[in-house]
């Protein structure tokens, strides 16, 4: 079975980010950064990474 790559859909590949790209884009502090850089290396999917960030509500 080939694979035709003119047919895979672009918009469903995952998204890799940077641990420390996305770190500074979402405001997050040092011990966030490093306890999402100890659960994934250096690099993860965004989806990986908004399910698994951890940061203060911002509601009252």
């Keep these: 079975m080939k694979i035709d790559t003119k047919e895979v ?3 469903t590949l995952r998204e ?3 641990i420390s790209e996305f770190a500074r884009l979402h405001s997050l ?3 966030e ?7 994934f290396g250096d690099f993860a999917s965004r989806h990986e990474l908004l399910i ?3 940061r203060p509500s ?3």
């Design 52 to 54: 698994n960030v951890q």
């Design 16 to 18: 890799v980010w940077s």
């Design 9 to 11: 859909d672009q918009a």
């Design 29 to 31: 502090d040092r011990l």
């Design 33 to 39: 950064e490093e306890r999402l850089r100890k659960l």
């Design 58 to 60: 911002r509601f009252r």
